[in-house]
């Protein structure tokens, strides 16, 4: 595997990472063999988006003894409410669901606190507003999250936010069916 420096992290990342939402409604013994394959192949950095409880306690355990070796990426806005995944902004749901990603997990830090799936100019103003920036500034500022990255799936709305010169990891979606057409 290669590994690469990942934005201005100071990370070092391999080319290749998991994404782990696919293993959401496996069981625990699936979930275990997938992180164990990616750990074997040098996959050492793994984005876990999804809010639903029993995945995140299923990846903690799979992760168990290996927390030094990975990157994991947590997604701040990423909210389960009422058995649904919702982006959110409001304050205090984010807050609540990054705390039980980190006690799912087992971990009291994140490398990456990714502010979650930002893809337009008003969105990235409600993060703002919101005090979900500032939440992560602060984290960041108390080393519970070593860096923090931005997902977006629009250019203009990514941009924005990379000025501001909060954001050290940006996850940006390349696919031109989805995300490179003109609007209309």
Known sequence: MKYRSLGRSGLSASEVGLGCEHLEG?????????????????????????????????????????????????????????????????????????????????????????IHYVDTIEDWENVINSGIAEYALKLKEKGVIRSIGLSSHNPVAAMKAIETGLIDVLMFSINPAYDLLPED
Not at 74 to 81: D, L, T
Not at 96 to 107: A, G, K, P
């Open 26 to 114: 496996e069981n625990e013994k699936v979930v275990d063999s997938v992180i164990k394959a990616a750990l074997e192949c040098g996959i050492n950095i793994f984005d876990i988006f999804m809010s639903e409880p029993e995945v995140r306690k299923n990846i903690g355990k799979s992760l168990q003894g290996s927390r030094d070796k990975v990157l994991l990426q947590g997604h701040i806005g990423a909210i389960y409410e009422n058995g649904q995944y919702k982006r959110s902004r409001d304050l205090d749901l984010g807050k609540q669901c990054f705390e039980d990603f980190m006690r799912y997990l087992r971990t009291d830090y994140v490398d990456i606190g990714m």
